[in-house]
Structures are given as C-alpha cells and as structure tokens.
C-alpha cells in the first residue's frame, strides 16, 4: 500500500466486516468486493436481526390498537423516530416524518409548495442534483407556472457559488440542494448556501442521501427547512427514510397523501387532519423498516459517523492516488471536499462493460448515469463506472478494484 496514506488508527475494519454477512461470499469464483455502496450498502446483523425480532415477537399494527403487540410495535416505531431525531440534532422529534426514502420525501414538500408558488415564482436547484431532486421541482414548476434555475458547477465538478447566489432574487421561492452528489462525490458548502438563502428568506431542502451515511448533520445548526435521506444507504432496510422538517413549515403544509392515520376525524362532509408527523404519514408505514433504520443509527453511532468518515476519506485519497497512476483512466469528480465516491471513465472501454467486467471479477462497481443526467451531459460523456466506498471497505479493496481496472485496459487496450 501507498505510504502517503495512513490507515486510521484504532479503525478495526476487519471487525466490522464480520458483522455484514453478505460481504463473505464468492462472485464468479473471485471474493465479493462490493463497492456500490451509493447506491445502497449492505446490512449489518443488527439490522437484519432487529427485523427478524420484530416479525418473530411484536408484529402488529400501530398507534390505533390497545393490545400488548401494538403497543410494543407502536412503542419502538416511536423510539426510532426519537433515533432519527437525535441522529440529525432536530429539536423534537414531532419534525421527523417516516417515508420510504429521499425520493418519496422531496415529493411529499414539492408536492405541498404546489399551494404556495405560482407565475414569476422561481426554484433554485444546482447542476449537480440527482433526477430524485430535479423532477418533483420541475413537476411543481409544470404545476405553477413558475421556473426552475439551476446554478452551474465547474470543471471539477463543484458549485460555482458566485452563480449560485446570483441566482437567488425576490423571485425565488424554494431552493432544493444536494449535500453531497452521487455521481461526482462533491460535498457542497451548505452552511453557507443556506445562508445565502436565508438572506432572501428562501425556504431549503436539502438532499442528504448521499451524504448521510459519511458527514455528521446537525439540522439545528444548518438551520435548512428540510432535509431528507434514505435509509438504505445508511446500512437500514430498503423502503424507509426520512423528512425532516422545522415545525413552523410541516404545520402549514397540505398532507401528501390521504388515508388512516394521518386523520384525526373524518366525516363525509370534512376531514380534520393529525397533528405533524403523523399527518404526513397516511396509512400502514414500514413499520419493520422504521425499527431497522433505528437498529442502523444505533449502529452506527456505536462506530462513530467520524470515524467511519476518517476512514473512508482514506479510502477515497489512496484509490485516487492509485487511479492518477492509470494513463488511460480519467476521474469525473475532483472537487477539493469530496466524499467516498470515486467515479471515472476509461479511454477505449465503455462503462457499462467496465461493469460488467469487473463483475466478472468479483468487484461490484456502478456503471450508467447514475441518475444525473446532466452531470453526464455536462462532463461530455454518456456514463462513468463508480466505486463507493462504506465503513467496511478496506485498503486492499482498493488495490482489487485498480488490479482490476488494469486488467480491463490489458484485455481491451
Ligand atoms: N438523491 C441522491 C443524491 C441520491 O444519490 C439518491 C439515490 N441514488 C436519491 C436522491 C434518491 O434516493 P432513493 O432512491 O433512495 O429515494
């Protein structure tokens, strides 16, 4: 290994790999590497334990009933609602609505902003959002005639701020920005566009799917409106997320969806809606997957969402040293704050067969657009290979993934 890059004392990555089952197997006769981890990590017995308890002691629905199950399963849906509330500094946990993840999450605030915008209102976005924080933006635009403004990047894949807050006017109405991209692995200054907004009392979500998993988030000292995440990028189940929301917005909001639960009285003349959350939180939710997003926080607090950074970053600064010494592959991402995404494209190979080859390999990497389109239009090509590094991933890891990349342009070149 690299001598410039330090392993992170006191790291045991060995120790935590035993305790994600799946990463111990065999793909085509070659020990799994699993480096998709943007797009969603594995699970740790924890959580796969939290559900199986859940399913074999408590199984009931919530909140309506009065027996001992419903009460023990509505108890700890409760509990990791207070989890998530802690996890992200808000001040009560009455701010945390349960969705099925970061997609369903910005639709439910677009879909409620519906009511407030109209012609000559304007939304702020940058050119770096996944599809999931571009088209519900567009879909309200559609809805209101108001105009989506999307605030460029540069060469290196980072925010142009001076644009950014040239952007910002008395039009502007709603802003909805990444924390940290998927497809480049830029982190976003967000304190200070936050603030930028601010100054113009422009409410803002913030998408933190990619970044949840790598950067302690304190929405108190953020002080954004929203911010939404999924769970299963953060070692918890598939189907379950989060909104977080201040109180003074979620209350004046429409509902998303109607149905049980987020009623407090219904006639067939008018519906009085439930108090915040549970009025966003229309019939049965997932309530397994909330438990097992409880189990993953739990999780990872135990580990420390520092020291899980502290090690990717290594991670991500020796797979980039190793890459620069690869002529024929070219980085699309290098911003100075990047998180554990190292995205790329090889002279003479299509991405998708970089995919499909390495698999064959054993190492799972991303090829595609990664649901940036833009961002793929924007760098002139039609897709990159991605490695993304999680807590488990190791050193040597790397050094499969660049053995196996070389072995790609040998076959090919
Ligand atoms: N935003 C970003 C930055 C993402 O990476 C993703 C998932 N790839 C999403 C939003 C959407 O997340 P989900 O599909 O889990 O709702």
């Given at each position: 290994?690299?001598?410039?890059v ?14 994600f089952p ?65 996890f992200?500094n ?51 635009c ?51 566009m936050?603030e ?16 949840i ?14 911010y939404?995440?999924s ?8 189907g ?14 429409a509902?998303y969806q109607?149905?049980?639960d ?9 519906t ?23 189990a ?8 420390g969402i520092d ?11 020796y ?9 024929k ?16 494209v090889?002279?003479g190979?299509?991405?998708h ?18 649901c940036?389109m ?10 990159t ?26 076959m090919?070149?």
């Open positions: 290994m690299n001598q410039k330090e392993k992170v004392v006191g790291y045991d990555v060995e120790r935590i790999r035993q305790d799946v990463l111990d197997q065999q793909v085509h006769g070659k020990q799994l590497v699993y480096l998709d981890n943007a797009a969603t990590s594995q699970k740790p017995t924890a959580v796969i334990d939290s559900l199986v308890e859940y399913y074999q002691n408590d199984n009931a629905n919530i909140h309506r009933g009065v027996h001992t199950l419903s009460e023990r399963a509505t108890l700890s849906y409760e509990n990791a609602r207070k989890t998530v509330q802690q992200l808000a001040s009560s946990e009455k701010e945390i609505v349960f969705a099925r993840g970061a997609t369903e999450a910005i639709n439910l605030v677009a879909n409620a902003f519906t009511e407030k915008l109209s012609a000559g209102d304007e939304v702020l976005i940058t050119a770096m959002e996944h599809h999931s924080n571009i088209v519900p933006w567009q879909m309200l559609e809805k209101t005639g108001a105009e989506l403004k999307v605030a460029p990047i540069n060469e290196q894949g980072e925010l142009i701020l001076e644009e950014f807050e040239k952007l910002i006017s008395k039009n502007t109405k709603f802003a909805a920005i990444s924390h940290m991209s998927n497809a480049l692995g830029t982190i976003n200054p967000i304190k200070q936050i930028l907004l601010h100054q113009h009392n422009v409410p803002v979500l913030v998408d933190g799917a990619q970044a998993p790598h950067i302690s988030v304190d929405v108190q000292a953020l002080d954004c409106e929203f939404v995440f769970g299963h990028k953060l070692y918890a189940p598939t379950i997320g989060a909104l977080y929301g201040k109180m003074e917005q979620l209350e004046q909001m509902p109607g149905g049980g987020m009623i407090s009285a219904v006639t067939f003349d008018k009085v809606y439930n108090k915040v959350p549970y009025k966003f939180e229309a019939g049965t939710p997932n309530i397994a997957g909330t438990i097992g997003l409880g993953a926080i739990d999780y990872v607090n135990n580990i020291a899980i950074a502290a090690h990717e970053d290594s991670l991500l600064s797979a980039t040293e190793q890459a620069k010494r690869i002529n592959l070219r980085v699309i991402g290098t911003a100075k704050n990047k998180g554990a995404i190292l995205s790329f090889l002279e190979i299509h991405p067969d970089i995919g499909t080859m390495m698999d064959h390999q054993g190492i799972a990497v991303r090829a595609g657009h990664h940036a833009p961002v793929m239009d924007f760098f002139g090509v039609p897709a290979a991605r490695a993304s590094f999680a807590m488990y991933n190791t050193h040597q890891e790397v050094d499969a993934l660049m053995a196996g990349i070389e072995n790609l342009i040998e090919f070149g």
